[in-house]
């Protein structure tokens, strides 16, 4: 045990009470640099003290990439305008031998398949104009609204057209249908090649409106 000289005093120990924390004033914690500034706003606030809203793609960019997203398959588009195409050169094919008496139709000529037979008949004439120039214009009209062009454009009437005409057009190859098998009582092969096509484009047409194809959807919300 250690002893005491005489006419010594002890010293006492430092305990830290008379010293102040460091960081401290007053008893007051200091702000530190890396601390809120007393009266500055919180970051990301607004001056009404609401959360800043965050920022959003453009309206006009969002929307193309709906009206894009609603387009038809490539495959479709091609295989639409490829049968449109085919429509058009039969029924080209069709005028042209309407018109000119010296081009022959390359069909043959029997009991059952008579080309000539369909095409020089009465019902060949509808309210005084040619069946084949009806369809010559009725092609044109698919060639245009069926091209990968048209199909992106996301026009409501242009699709309510689309649609329209090929239900006109399937009602009108119903009523050759039945003229050439219980009026004209033969077959026109170029004809039948028309009606084929027709109802095909019929089917897909029905199809893609169903799905959608060629309108534009409402933007998604984030």
């Known amino acids: ?75 479709f588009q091609l295989t639409t305008w490829v049968l449109s195409l085919a429509g058009l050169g039969v029924s080209i094919y069709l005028t042209i031998a309407h018109y000119n008496t010296a081009v022959t139709l390359a069909c043959p000529a029997s009991s ?45 009437p242009l699709r309510w057209a689309r649609v329209g005409s090929m239900v006109v057009g399937i009602v009108f190859v119903l009523y050759l249908l039945y003229a050439e098998l219980f009026s004209i009582r033969a077959i026109c092969l170029w004809c039948t090649s028309v009606h084929v096509i027709t109802f095909i484009l019929f089917v897909l047409i029905v199809f893609g409106a169903a799905a959608g194809y060629g309108t534009a959807k409402a933007p998604s919300r984030a």
């Open 112 to 156: 059952t398949i008579n080309c000539e037979k369909v095409t020089s008949s009465p019902e060949s004439m509808v309210f005084g104009i040619p069946v084949a120039v009806l369809g010559l214009a009725f092609f044109v009209f698919l060639a245009v609204v069926n091209s990968p062009w048209a199909w992106r454009i996301t026009w409501p």
């Open 1 to 75: 045990m250690a002893t005491r000289k005489p006419g010594t005093t002890a010293k006492p120990v430092s305990s830290g009470t008379k010293s102040r924390d460091k960081g401290t004033r007053g008893g007051r914690p200091e702000a530190t640099a890396s601390g809120p500034r007393p009266g500055s706003r919180p970051a990301g606030r607004p001056g009404n003290g609401r959360p800043a809203p965050a920022r959003t793609a453009a309206p006009v960019k969002a929307a193309a990439e709906e009206a894009q997203s609603a387009a038809p398959p490539l495959w």
